[in-house]
């Protein structure tokens, strides 16, 4: 139980190129989603907590015009990486917690490699 | 400022070598701490959650405890499969948003 799914799993791209990450609870609904950013031996950052129905709430230093994060249903969000560029290369990973108790555990998808050439 | 420190960093064992990975944490209020296990180039997969103090809780050669301060991931007899990074992470009781703080995690090398 409690599967993460996330899509793609590797994404090589252009410069400019805007790149959208899907997040999806498989087997339990999510009215919580997150998405982190994971650099090479580093720990996970949290850039951005998403909410079903509402805006997403950013973590300071994260820009919101280019990170764009939709949650339109309990169980889908998605992350648009906006006119990336090398910068933006790293690995993004998504999580989501059921909406049965805050005390859930966030439950992990298996991350998005993004390189930006 | 709530945080949250692993040590060591990375530890290499012999197969059967058991040991612990060590989590302190400063936190106004603990609503839950966490353990996951990351393999290279995944997402972490979660194993436990302890809620208060002198909660133990255990899976195959795993087990978690939890103290006001600190909580240890027990590894008994250790396999080279369980060769992971093990992150642990806590929740604030009084959140007003669900994020969870994140330690930098510790690197286990299990050698045959």
């Known amino acids: 139980g409690a599967v993460v799914s996330q899509h793609p799993s590797r994404v090589i791209c252009k410069s400019g190129t805007s790149v959208k990450i899907e997040c999806r609870s498989l087997?339990?609904?999510?009215?919580?989603m997150f998405w982190y950013r994971q650099f090479p031996k580093q720990s996970l950052m949290l850039m951005a907590t998403?909410?079903?129905?509402?805006?997403?709430?950013?973590e300071q230093g994260v820009e919101k015009d280019k990170f764009l994060i939709n949650h339109a249903s309990l169980t889908l969000s998605t992350l648009t990486v906006t006119s990336a560029h090398p910068e933006d290369s790293s690995f993004y990973i998504c999580?989501?917690?059921?909406?049965?108790?805050?005390?859930?555990?966030?439950?992990f998808g298996d991350g998005t490699r993004l390189s930006i050439l | 400022e709530d945080q949250v420190t692993q040590s060591p960093e990375a530890l290499r064992l012999q197969e059967g070598e058991s040991s612990s990975l060590n989590c302190s944490y400063t936190?106004?209020?603990?609503?839950?701490l966490f353990w996951y296990r990351q393999d290279p180039g995944k997402g972490p997969e979660f194993l436990f959650t302890?809620?208060?103090a002198g909660e133990e809780k255990e899976k195959e050669r795993l087990k978690a405890t939890l103290t006001k301060k600190e909580s240890f991931l027990h590894i008994t007899a250790p396999k080279p499969e369980d060769s992971a990074t093990y992150l642990c992470?806590?929740?604030?009781?009084?959140?007003?948003?669900?994020?969870?703080?994140f330690g930098k995690g510790t690197r286990l090398h299990i050698l045959p």
């Open positions: 936190v106004s209020g603990l609503r839950g």
């Open positions: 999580s989501a917690r059921d909406k049965t108790g805050v005390s859930q555990p966030q439950h």
């Open positions: 087997d339990f609904q999510a009215t919580t």
């Open positions: 992470a806590v929740q604030r009781l009084m959140n007003r948003d669900d994020k969870i703080i």
């Open positions: 998403s909410n079903e129905g509402s805006k997403a709430t950013y």
């Open positions: 302890l809620y208060s």
